[in-house]
Structures are given as C-alpha cells and as structure tokens.
Nanobody, 122 residues
Framework: QVQLVESGGGLVQPGGSLRLSCAAS????????IGWFRQAPGREREGVSC????????YYGDSVKGRFTISRDNAKNTVYLQMNSLEPEDTAVYYC???????????????WGQGTQVTVSS
C-alpha cells in the first residue's frame, strides 16, 4: 500500500517562502518518482516539479523554475518542495504523487496524497 502524506501548507505573503513535505515509505521512494502538482479553483491540475527515484534528476514547470526546488531526504523518507518568491498565482492545493517515472501528466501517477492548501495573499 503506497501512502503519501503532505504537510507544510499555509498562508504566506507575496514574496515569502514555504516548504512542503511529502512523507512516504522508503520502498515507495526507492521505486517511484515523486511529483508535485497543484490545482487552483476552476483550473486543471498542473505539474509543478518531479524528482526521479534515483534522486539524481529533477524537473520543473516553467512557471516555477528558479523559484521552487525539489529534494529528497532518504533518512527521513521525505520529499520536499521549497517554494521561494511566492506569488498570488501560486495559490492552490498542492499534491504529491507517485509514478514509475517523472511526467507532466497527472494521469501517469498512480498514487496521490490528500493535498495541502497554499495561499499567497497580503
């Protein structure tokens, strides 16, 4: 059973930072790429970032390049999404998901967390 648990969302002012966490079992991280997606009201789910199971390759959506950083901590069995220079347009529910490989397509991901709300507002 693959379980993913996100945390770290909240309210932040424009220009601020947040770090999201996605906790999973070690076997999940060893076998799956972990992606972060987000979904704002009335919009489709958007791929934000992904890290391969090897941990040596990362990918970012154009809208977050240079501002967000994905990483994994094997000791804590956790994947992080560090979000800097946040903008109101980043407001959404953020999900982590597991797949056999990184993809921009949500349908390629078999397992999903429950989501965590990120709100960027003054």
């Amino acid at each position: 059973q693959v379980q993913l648990v996100e945390s770290g969302g909240g309210l932040v002012q424009p220009g601020g930072s947040l770090r999201l966490s996605c906790a999973a079992s070690r076997s999940t991280l060893d076998l799956h790429a972990i992606g972060w997606f987000r979904q704002a009201p009335g919009r489709e789910r958007e791929g934000v970032s992904c890290i391969k199971s090897s941990g040596d390759s990362t990918y970012y959506g154009d809208s977050v390049k240079g501002r967000f950083t994905i990483s994994r901590d094997n000791a804590k069995n956790t994947v992080y999404l560090q979000m800097n220079s946040l903008e109101p347009e980043d407001t959404a529910v953020y999900y982590c998901a597991a797949a056999w490989g990184c993809s921009d397509w949500a349908r390629e991901y078999d397992y999903w967390g429950q989501g965590t709300q990120v709100t960027v507002s003054s």
